[in-house]
């Protein structure tokens, strides 16, 4: 992915473009009365592409670019909504005790406001991976016969760590309580998107559907009981533990099953990929950093979709870069390793590269790559108390002045 962390990397996925090009290069604050707190307007998502070719889209579950009314799903281009606007949210209905955002008086209670169907407050009574699960298969009964596009954005299994007990018997031999409400959390979405692919297959729909399936970012262990395996690092991480996440594409009209593509990619493509399948063609009203990703995958094209790959923290003066020979070189201000991944996936500083021109070659690519990127444009989740003293009205109901 483009950035180790929800909100970034999804403003990656939704426009394919690094965020940074924008500004968005921090997590948005919940901040229903900020019309600069999220995706800019400047930025063309991909439903806004794909209703100049009449697709119909909808954007169920987490939405995370901003919750001020001119930032919502409606006014970005998608024809339904069913979800939260913040970055995370509780899984109970019980919780969700708040009649809108306006109630809300920190960062963290938005996670107990009642869901939106498009503009309007709703009562929800399924636990949340379900209730999205559920919307995901009647937008594909409502939409069959039309072109449709549907971002699935299930929040499970970001924190609080909630799930039923139906999920939970599941996994009676973990004995680890926060891996064991993980494994019944992650299990949801496992029935979830095998709902959709069963909705697909009922309809006829399947042959001629492109699914994407990834992660936004890698797993934070130490929060919820996640585990990036022999990667190193996690979300927040620019190691491959905060980066590298499973990433799977179903397109079986075109594509053969069961493979897997060793060379480089990244959610960026996702953008590129869509638009170039459509039978109306359409141009991105922005230039995408993307790239399709189908002939590489039939073997029409046989080189590599990228030849560098950019990540950057502007927070922490942390950034990386790697080339499609699997050289990459993480730097920290001063401080720059070098790591081959095809010899050491597990970035194990025993094994750092000394190689001093293959990494000032590599510092240079960034460099020139970085001066082309924005600084953050708003204040994010790292500034929240600055952002209080600034915007005292911050929760303030403007309609009640």
């Given at each position: 992915?483009?950035?180790?962390?929800?909100?970034?990397?999804?403003?990656?996925?939704?426009?394919?473009?690094?965020?940074?090009?924008?500004?968005?290069?921090?997590?948005?604050?919940?901040?229903?009365?900020?019309?600069?707190?999220?995706?800019?307007?400047?930025?063309?998502?991909?439903?806004?592409?794909?209703?100049?070719?009449?697709?119909?889209?909808?954007?169920?579950?987490?939405?995370?670019?901003?919750?001020?009314?001119?930032?919502?799903?409606?006014?970005r281009g998608f024809d339904g909504f069913y979800g939260f606007l913040g970055g995370g949210h509780s899984y109970f209905?019980?919780?969700?005790?708040?009649?809108?955002?306006?109630?809300?008086?920190?960062?963290?209670?938005?996670?107990?406001?009642?869901?939106?169907?498009?503009?309007?407050?709703?009562?929800?009574?399924?636990?949340?991976?379900?209730?999205?699960?559920?919307?995901?298969?009647?937008?594909?009964?409502?939409?069959?016969?039309?072109?449709?596009f549907m971002y699935l954005a299930y929040n499970a299994p970001h924190t609080p760590l909630q799930a039923p007990e139906?999920?939970?018997?599941?996994?009676?031999?973990?004995?680890?309580?926060?891996?064991?409400?993980?494994?019944?959390?992650?299990?949801?979405?496992?029935?979830?998107?095998?709902?959709?692919?069963?909705?697909?297959?009922?309809?006829?729909?399947?042959?001629?559907?492109?699914?994407?399936?990834?992660?936004?970012?890698?797993?934070?262990?130490?929060?919820?009981?996640?585990?990036?395996?022999?990667?190193?690092?996690?979300?927040?991480?620019?190691?491959?533990?905060?980066?590298?996440?499973?990433?799977?594409?179903?397109?079986?009209?075109?594509?053969?099953?069961?493979?897997?593509?060793?060379?480089?990619?990244?959610?960026?493509?996702?953008?590129?990929?869509?638009?170039?399948?459509?039978?109306?063609?359409?141009?991105?009203?922005?230039?995408?950093?993307?790239?399709?990703?189908?002939?590489?995958?039939?073997?029409?094209?046989?080189?590599?979709?990228?030849?560098?790959?950019?990540?950057?923290?502007f927070d922490k003066s942390n950034f990386a870069v790697r080339n499609a020979s699997g050289d990459k070189i993480i730097?920290?201000?001063?401080?720059?390793?070098?790591?081959?991944?095809?010899?050491?996936?597990?970035?194990?500083?025993?094994?750092?590269?000394?190689?001093?021109?293959?990494?000032?070659?590599?510092?240079?690519?960034?460099?020139?790559?970085?001066?082309?990127?924005?600084?953050?444009?708003?204040?994010?989740?790292?500034?929240?108390?600055?952002?209080?003293?600034?915007?005292?009205?911050?929760?303030?109901?403007?309609?009640?002045?």
């Open positions: 992915v483009s950035y180790a962390v929800c909100g970034p990397s999804r403003a990656g996925i939704i426009t394919g473009r690094y965020q940074d090009r924008f500004g968005f290069g921090r997590n948005p604050l919940y901040a229903p009365n900020d019309p600069n707190m999220g995706l800019p307007k400047t930025e063309e998502t991909l439903a806004e592409a794909l209703k100049r070719a009449n697709y119909k889209s909808v954007a169920l579950g987490k939405w995370h670019f901003g919750v001020h009314e001119s930032l919502r799903p409606l006014e209905p019980n919780k969700w005790v708040l009649e809108n955002e306006y109630e809300v008086e920190s960062q963290f209670e938005a996670y107990n406001v009642k869901l939106l169907r498009d503009n309007t407050r709703v009562e929800e009574k399924e636990y949340l991976t379900d209730a999205l699960s559920r919307e995901a298969i009647q937008y594909i009964e409502t939409y069959k016969d039309q072109p449709f139906n999920y939970l018997k599941r996994f009676d031999t973990i004995k680890d309580p926060k891996r064991r409400t993980y494994a019944a959390m992650v299990s949801a979405v496992d029935d979830g998107v095998g709902k959709v692919l069963d909705k697909l297959d009922e309809l006829g729909l399947t042959e001629n559907t492109i699914v994407f399936f990834l992660s936004d970012n890698g797993g934070p262990e130490q929060h919820n009981a996640s585990d990036n395996g022999i990667l190193r690092g996690g979300k927040s991480d620019l190691f491959e533990g905060g980066i590298r996440v499973p990433f799977a594409l179903k397109w079986p009209k075109v594509l053969p099953k069961g493979e897997t593509y060793e060379k480089a990619i990244i959610s960026l493509d996702i953008f590129a990929t869509v638009l170039s399948q459509t039978k109306t063609p359409i141009e991105p009203k922005n230039k995408l950093d993307g790239v399709n990703l189908i002939p590489y995958l039939t073997g029409e094209k046989n080189g590599s979709p990228h030849e560098y790959l950019f990540w950057r923290k730097g920290l201000k001063e401080d720059i390793t070098l790591f081959n991944l095809n010899e050491n996936i597990e970035e194990d500083p025993k094994f750092e590269v000394q190689d001093l021109e293959l990494s000032k070659g590599l510092e240079s690519q960034y460099n020139f790559w970085n001066a082309q990127m924005l600084d953050p444009v708003f204040l994010g989740l790292l500034f929240d108390n600055q952002y209080n003293k600034e915007h005292p009205d911050r929760f303030k109901n403007p309609n009640l002045d």
